[in-house]
């Protein structure tokens, strides 16, 4: 095909922060476009630059914003300035981590480590924290870590020290995981936060401490957990999964699943805070507490399996409650939530209330079911 120009997306701001949607990811029908001088892809979802690998024509591209992976941004782009000289390039630069980088002396051993580490990659760093420590604000839009399965020293208790930046694997929550392996003998979480953060695709496990044992949220933490496992983390109080002093600040949580942590799932500590859930939200065998209200928008799909909840929904999410579990509401919390879908078991407990609900209860389901003052609409 003859084309000379292409500009997709840089759609709006609040598009592109509210809601990944209609963007392009897939490129591979641009791999013959030869007469190809300017690119236009920013704020898309592309993250494999393969198919730009044989063009010889470019003069600008414009790939800002896009989630690119490790191999794009030290394979593809390398190659793409060498084809095209003098070719106007705009992406996001990140630092590489990798447990077991090519030229690691000692794989999946943070504390011996290439001598020429420096997160590029070739040279990626063995451990998150060095990858964090060496993120120079205002250049670095963030860190990629590669799959993995990440421990010991650097990579937990992991902050951010106060800088804004994005720490995302580099596929997904299945294939990168954090085990804190924390313990009573020796405390340590996935991650310790305070102030900004932003977290995108890890499986955070084997978590142990006072507060919280996958992710500690301190006194005034603000920011994002996206498209994460948070399994099987464990605390000594309350707020196994995650813990959240809230502060004035507030926090989202998007695309996560939290199962199986001890005794509870999510904790924050802040009655009458206001959080928020997105996008695809899955909690399993976990309770929910602290009296918080979750916010959701309409493309929320809250599904809880088994759980206790002690806090408010509101929002015009959907809050699912699959066939054959049972769900507690209790503690005169309100549940004011654009839809309700019961396949199982729905209990308001205490004054729990739900009000302005549209309630969808299947034919095979055991329904609703009020104890002690709990009611609904
Ligand atoms: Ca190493
Ligand atoms: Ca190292």
Same mark, same amino acid.
């Not at 077991?100 to 760093?125: A, F, R």
């Not at 496990?205 to 006072?210: D, I, L, S, V």
């Not at 500690?216 to 999964?241: D, F, H, L, Q, W």
């Given at each position: 095909m003859n084309l000379r120009e292409l500009y997709l997306g840089n759609d709006s701001y609040w598009w592109s922060s509210r809601r990944q949607r209609n963007? /392009?990811?897939?490129?591979?029908?641009?791999? !013959?476009? /030869?007469?190809?001088n300017r690119l236009q892809l920013g704020t898309?979802? /592309?993250?494999?630059?393969?198919?730009?690998?044989?063009?010889?024509?470019?003069g600008y591209l414009d790939l800002g914003g896009c989630p690119l992976k490790a191999e794009s941004l030290g394979v593809y782009i390398p190659r793409i300035v060498s084809n095209n000289p003098g070719v106007q390039l705009e992406y996001d630069r990140m630092i590489l981590v990798d447990d077991?980088?090519?030229?690691?002396?000692?794989? *999946? @051993?943070?504390? /011996?480590? @290439?001598?020429?580490? *420096? !997160?590029?990659?070739e040279h990626p760093y063995d451990s998150i924290r060095e990858g964090i420590d060496a993120v120079v604000q205002g250049y670095h839009v963030g860190v990629i870590v590669m799959d993995g399965v990440y421990r010991g020293p650097g990579n937990r *208790?992991?902050?951010? %020290?106060?800088k804004n930046f994005v720490l995302r694997s580099d596929n997904s929550p299945n294939s990168c995981v954090i085990d804190a392996? +924390?313990?009573?003998a020796e405390p340590h979480r996935g991650f310790r936060l305070s102030g900004v953060f932003a977290i995108d695709g890890f499986t955070i496990t084997g978590g142990y401490g006072e507060?919280?044992? +996958?992710v500690y949220c301190g006194g005034g933490a603000a920011g994002t957990i996206s498209n994460c496992i948070i399994v099987g983390n464990r605390p =000594?109080?309350? %707020? !196994?999964g995650i813990f959240d002093i809230t502060g004035d600040a507030s926090s989202g949580f998007s695309d996560i699943v939290v199962m199986y942590? =001890?005794? @509870? !799932?999510i904790s924050v500590d802040a009655r009458g805070h206001v959080e928020y859930f997105s996008g695809r939200i899955r909690v399993a065998g976990n309770d929910i507490v602290g009296g918080v209200l979750f916010d959701t928008d309409s493309y929320t799909d809250l599904e809880l399996v088994d759980c206790n909840v002690v806090a408010s929904l509101s929002g015009g999410g959907r809050l699912i409650v699959p066939g054959g579990s049972r769900l507690v509401i209790g503690g005169a919390h309100e549940i004011n939530i654009g839809h309700i879908e019961c396949g199982g078991k729905l209990e308001l407990r205490d004054d729990a209330w739900i009000r302005g609900s549209s309630i969808e209860i299947a034919r095979d389901s055991f329904g609703i079911h009020l104890y002690d003052g709990g009611q609904y609409n």
């Amino acid at each position: 095909m003859n084309l000379r120009e292409l500009y997709l997306g840089n759609d709006s701001y609040w598009w592109s922060s509210r809601r990944q949607r209609n963007k /392009v990811s897939d490129i591979s029908a641009l791999a !013959g476009m /030869v007469n190809l001088n300017r690119l236009q892809l920013g704020t898309n979802l /592309v993250r494999d630059l393969s198919p730009l690998k044989d063009l010889r024509g470019l003069g600008y591209l414009d790939l800002g914003g896009c989630p690119l992976k490790a191999e794009s941004l030290g394979v593809y782009i390398p190659r793409i300035v060498s084809n095209n000289p003098g070719v106007q390039l705009e992406y996001d630069r990140m630092i590489l981590v990798d447990d077991d980088g090519p030229n690691d002396p000692g794989p *999946d @051993d943070p504390l /011996v480590s @290439d001598p020429q580490e *420096d !997160g590029s990659w070739e040279h990626p760093y063995d451990s998150i924290r060095e990858g964090i420590d060496a993120v120079v604000q205002g250049y670095h839009v963030g860190v990629i870590v590669m799959d993995g399965v990440y421990r010991g020293p650097g990579n937990r *208790d992991i902050g951010f %020290g106060g800088k804004n930046f994005v720490l995302r694997s580099d596929n997904s929550p299945n294939s990168c995981v954090i085990d804190a392996q +924390g313990s009573e003998a020796e405390p340590h979480r996935g991650f310790r936060l305070s102030g900004v953060f932003a977290i995108d695709g890890f499986t955070i496990t084997g978590g142990y401490g006072e507060y919280a044992g +996958g992710v500690y949220c301190g006194g005034g933490a603000a920011g994002t957990i996206s498209n994460c496992i948070i399994v099987g983390n464990r605390p =000594e109080k309350t %707020g !196994g999964g995650i813990f959240d002093i809230t502060g004035d600040a507030s926090s989202g949580f998007s695309d996560i699943v939290v199962m199986y942590n =001890e005794p @509870d !799932g999510i904790s924050v500590d802040a009655r009458g805070h206001v959080e928020y859930f997105s996008g695809r939200i899955r909690v399993a065998g976990n309770d929910i507490v602290g009296g918080v209200l979750f916010d959701t928008d309409s493309y929320t799909d809250l599904e809880l399996v088994d759980c206790n909840v002690v806090a408010s929904l509101s929002g015009g999410g959907r809050l699912i409650v699959p066939g054959g579990s049972r769900l507690v509401i209790g503690g005169a919390h309100e549940i004011n939530i654009g839809h309700i879908e019961c396949g199982g078991k729905l209990e308001l407990r205490d004054d729990a209330w739900i009000r302005g609900s549209s309630i969808e209860i299947a034919r095979d389901s055991f329904g609703i079911h009020l104890y002690d003052g709990g009611q609904y609409n």
